[in-house]
């Protein structure tokens, strides 16, 4: 590509509404521009890196034996009134009549569109398993689009669905996807982890999200330093190392400790490490005969509540729900701030502690009484009888819960997700097919999507500077610029950049010449913003010498290079 | 590909409502399926056809100079509403409120997008002329989808839309995209013919349509046998070979002609070619001053008027029309079926006659007198007060304008349309650059679009027998078939069918094994349904000699090939 026949429309400032470094770079590079709320026009820069990603998915789908199909972006309602989702579905869900008054809605996902296709088409276990995907434009109207493209109502995915006659089956071919989206992330190049997940309202049981790291991302991913383990942190079990509290060595104290509202007060005001108090709440739950009771929850000071894993305690309200200061008044006899675990079971109250909570000794704890604790407080001796549950979430420093390593808590950025959705959807579609006894059975599905759009945002995000994007190789607009200096009146100029820019094209390497009338420093800076990896500068004053000077990217590291060898250098560095 | 991973879906009966080659072909081959009315899945073998098909206008569109961008599908009513289109465009645009009640579309054409990124992008002369092109899923509310992926209601085009100083570098771009038009059907094995037409409802004035021949075209194209001529047949001009009348030879003489309606009729009472005769037909005009008149249409009687060149006439009421039979009877004093040209000026109308009727001599026409018609008419002798003009269609064997050959006439399908836009958009959107001068100029448009998907419909309809689908190479969903027979119980077939397989597919060629488990019929049927170009047979039988049966799917011949040879035998087929 020649930058005179080409569209930069780079920008010196991003405009005020792009909070994000994504977006900000790739309104400011030239990639985007807004039409309308969450609806953006893709420009060339931006669409190139965007092919080079849809390709990337579409070659491993391929390889891992996906088909592809093309499903329509307009739905008739029929079919997401079958499984109920056109009630459910909630405003996200673009609704929408035709001419003749029928219902239709834009397409966010198209379980129920393949599912009818799979009931009309699959009619034996000899045609299973069959797994098809689609790489389209869905939309979601969302209530706050925001971040550019990362969460924009009209975006690209590659969505894939997969049949099966058994869940082994499914199983297999969910490890398959499972495979592929690893290959797809290790080809773009991508620091990212697949993440054991809650499978959220799509429905089915067991999932994996895909997450990009970067310090922007949407959620806390916890994974191992020395394994393959990753999770949310709402969902990453935490495993305390010690499995027996130390002996006591101190008496038990109740202490004054006046107008301290929080365990990080309490500590500071008694000089203690916060590591060696505890904090107990009280929350709603019924009893065994059905009526309402209270149970207290007791976490290390340092450590925070999990809902998630609250909730999945027997008894417990659903949603998750505190006490009210009232009802601790009543049952306690003290404010919530002075609430420990000792004499509550005396008070009727379930006790449950944290296992991290469980091992200390010597501890401090409320003493149920306002503005006072306990210091010196041994559970064996002052306090026996608790449960202990997984309660809290995992911290930095946890050990990891399959024994390896130690647990790392980044952000990420979800670009991926892959299900087993089970038969929730061919259940209510009734998608069948003979089995070898030729009885009908009802197929297992999965289904599994990656973000084609949002993948681009998300390595801008993990891939950047003060000057602008640092594109992996693989997904740079251009892997080589040649920024040439005084091309219009230097001849030498123009021979060694047009034989240069021939021969790279000649192998195939994707490069963009800079032969515009722009002084030098608008056009390194236009090649920094883009984020092109490899940059060649070609002027009469290397040109004297025979060189030409080369500068990474993402190293930032420059040398000369000799003009006849240019090709050859650029080769081993794209090698 | 292995036929065992597959998804065939092939059936052996369209649905009734499959009234198309086309559309039968591909239900029958299983490239879609309805999802609702006018709405299709493409499934695996479509998609991959479909895919051939883009990539080969992709790189086409890439190898002219147009960038590739990608708008978004839903947009807002304010740029429709700018250009007055949202209140013109009618039940064909599918209008919807997103949850905020604001209005969108989704998009049947992107004139107004685009139109809005250039006013936004473009500031200078210097950044034009400027291409770009997206290929897009559409949509447009037809009232009455049909013929499957041919008319439906969603669609995949190729829309560019380039912009320019002035009207001069617009005919650049305008020619660059004709040829590059040219190359796409070319390089996909099209018989097509770029045809002169009228600009329709997008506006502007000079446009060319590409016409896919088929005899299932709805458009009739009227081309030469010897040069480039292509035209609707609509807008052809009517050549006569013959400038002047021969001699008359014969008396006039009034016949009675009892109960001929019609100028055929008449010809067979009187024994006449219907070449001899004229037809003579008033329509709707208003004279100099402005009052209701009466134009006479004068045509040889086997020739049909042509309403766009009579709507050109001066004085002629636009939208055609005819004069009412009252008015008719009052004006010359009889039924429309007996009017002729003799006396008709005397009655006060105004006489057209066509060229060809022109130069005829010693002809039969209406005696404005009920039951009666005059033979041995001469003009010049007994109705010379008339004027000449081209008003009917042209026929089969008249002179091509271009004055090279005759004009054939054959059906079209329209898969392409180019356009000069002018500055109908950017005046509405106030699109301008400064120019040289440092003055705002509003910008030129051309607007350029491929319907892809409908080039695969059209391709069937080019290119088919009884069997399935005849495909050209460059498109064809496989382009070599290897028929296995026998594979689950030969040891010797499977070996010879993997080596092929691995092969081929190592010289890059697209082919399919057919490893199931089903009749040698069944795969046969398939493959030619399928239109895969080149089959190769492995039989125990063959192999025992060392040979496998090839069969050409387009010529339908067969020969035994060497087993040690079929790679380079397929490379020399494919070449």
Request: proline share 4%; charged share 25%; glycine share 8%.
């Amino acid at each position: 590509m020649r930058a005179s026949n080409y569209l930069f429309s780079t920008l010196r400032d991003a405009p005020s509404d792009a909070v994000v470094t994504s977006h900000q770079l790739m309104i400011r590079a030239g990639m985007i521009r807004q039409v309308s709320k969450g609806l953006y026009t893709w420009l060339p820069t931006g669409i190139k890196t965007f092919k080079k990603v849809e390709n990337i998915v579409r070659e491993e789908m391929q390889k891992a034996g996906s088909l592809e199909v093309m499903m329509p972006g307009v739905q008739p309602a029929e079919l997401w009134q079958e499984t109920g989702r056109w009630q459910k579905y909630g405003p996200e869900l673009l609704r929408l009549k035709d001419r003749h008054d029928r219902d239709y809605c834009v397409g966010p996902t198209h379980e129920e569109v393949i599912t009818d296709l799979a009931r009309n088409e699959l009619t034996s276990y000899k045609q299973l398993p069959l797994n098809m995907f689609q790489i389209q434009t869905k939309f979601r109207d969302e209530v706050r689009p925001r971040f550019g493209v990362m969460r924009s109502r009209e975006f690209v995915m590659k969505d894939a669905y997969s049949f099966h006659i058994s869940q082994e089956s499914l199983q297999e071919t969910y490890d398959v996807m499972h495979q592929a989206y690893c290959n797809v992330f290790d080809r773009i190049g991508l620091d990212y982890r697949p993440v054991q997940a809650d499978s959220g309202s799509i429905g089915g049981a067991y999932s994996h999200e895909f997450h990009v790291l970067a310090d922007s991302g949407e959620d806390d991913i916890a994974f191992s330093d020395s394994s393959d383990f990753a999770a949310n942190v709402e969902l990453a079990e935490a495993i305390c190392a010690k499995t027996e509290a130390d002996a006591a060595t101190q008496a038990l104290e109740e202490v004054f400790t006046p107008n301290c509202k929080t365990i990080a007060a309490v500590a500071e005001f008694l000089k203690l490490p916060v590591e060696k108090t505890v904090k107990t709440m009280l929350i709603k739950a019924t009893d065994e005969e059905g009526e309402p009771s209270i149970i207290a929850l007791v976490l290390r000071g340092d450590h925070a509540i999990n809902e998630i894993k609250v909730e999945k305690i027997k008894g417990a309200v659903v949603p998750f729900e505190f006490a009210t200061e009232a009802d601790i008044i009543a049952k306690v006899g003290c404010q919530p701030g002075s609430i420990g675990p000792k004499g509550l079971k005396e008070a009727g109250v379930r006790v449950i502690v944290d296992r991290s909570a469980a091992v200390l000794s010597d501890f401090c704890a409320g003493a149920n009484k306002d503005d006072y604790h306990f210091i010196g407080l041994n559970w064996a001796r002052d306090c026996a009888e608790f449960e202990i549950a997984d309660i809290r979430n995992v911290v930095e420093g946890d050990p990891s819960p399959d024994g390896q390593g130690k647990i790392v808590i980044k952000r990420g950025i979800e670009v991926g997700h892959i299900f087993q959705l089970g038969q929730t959807y061919s259940e209510s579609m009734k998608a069948t097919v003979l089995d070898e006894n030729g009885k009908a059975q009802t197929m297992w599905m999965g289904c599994y999507g990656i973000g084609v759009s949002r993948i681009v945002a998300a390595a801008i995000e993990q891939n950047f500077d003060d000057r602008g994007i640092i594109w992996p190789e693989s997904i740079a607009p251009f892997q080589v610029a040649i920024v040439a200096m005084n091309y219009e009146k230097s001849e030498a100029v123009r021979d060694a950049c047009e034989t240069l820019y021939k021969d790279l094209q000649e192998k195939g390497i994707d490069v963009i010449l800079d032969d515009r009338k722009e002084r030098p420093g608008v056009k390194f800076a236009d090649c920094e913003l883009l984020g092109i990896p490899h940059r060649l500068v070609v002027g009469d004053k290397g040109l004297a010498n025979g060189t030409l000077e080369y500068k990474s990217r993402k190293t930032g590291e420059g040398e000369d290079v000799n003009q006849s060898s240019a090709v050859s250098f650029i080769l081993e560095k794209l090698a």
